[in-house]
Nanobody, 124 residues
Framework: QVQLVESGGGLVQAGGSLRLSCAAS????????MGWFRQAPGKEREFVAA????????NYADSVKGRFTISRDNAKNTVYLQMNSLKPEDTAVYYC?????????????????WGQGTQVTVSS
């Protein structure tokens, strides 16, 4: 099993920055991939970004390219999401997810492990 613990959510003004962290514990492998998804009220959960644990290959949703950066610290088993130039449309609950294969897929159903979510609110 894999446990995911998220931190870093909060309230920020439009144009500001925030960094989310997700620490993985339990039985982990270098072939894992980890990703971030988000869900706004009344909307479906959507893909944000993902990274291959071993290679560092990344995948981003078009809506966040150039603004968000996903990275990982292999020694700490932690993945980060640096969010810059935040917009009110980025307001959502952000979820960390993991899978046991290395491809950083955007497909929701390919991630069996999930964190509890952390609220990000961007004010105008």
């Amino acid at each position: 099993q894999v446990q995911l613990v998220e931190s870093g959510g909060g309230l920020v003004q439009a144009g500001g920055s925030l960094r989310l962290s997700c620490a993985a514990s339990g039985r982990t492998f270098s072939s894992y991939a980890m990703g971030w998804f988000r869900q706004a009220p009344g909307k479906e959960r959507e893909f944000v970004a993902a990274i291959s644990w071993s290679s560092g290959n990344t995948n981003y949703a078009d809506s966040v390219k150039g603004r968000f950066t996903i990275s990982r610290d292999n020694a700490k088993n932690t993945v980060y999401l640096q969010m810059n130039s935040l917009k009110p449309e980025d307001t959502a609950v952000y979820y960390c997810a993991a899978r046991t294969r290395q491809a950083p897929t955007s497909m929701l159903r390919e991630y069996p492990y999930w964190g509890q979510g952390t609220q990000v609110t961007v004010s105008s």
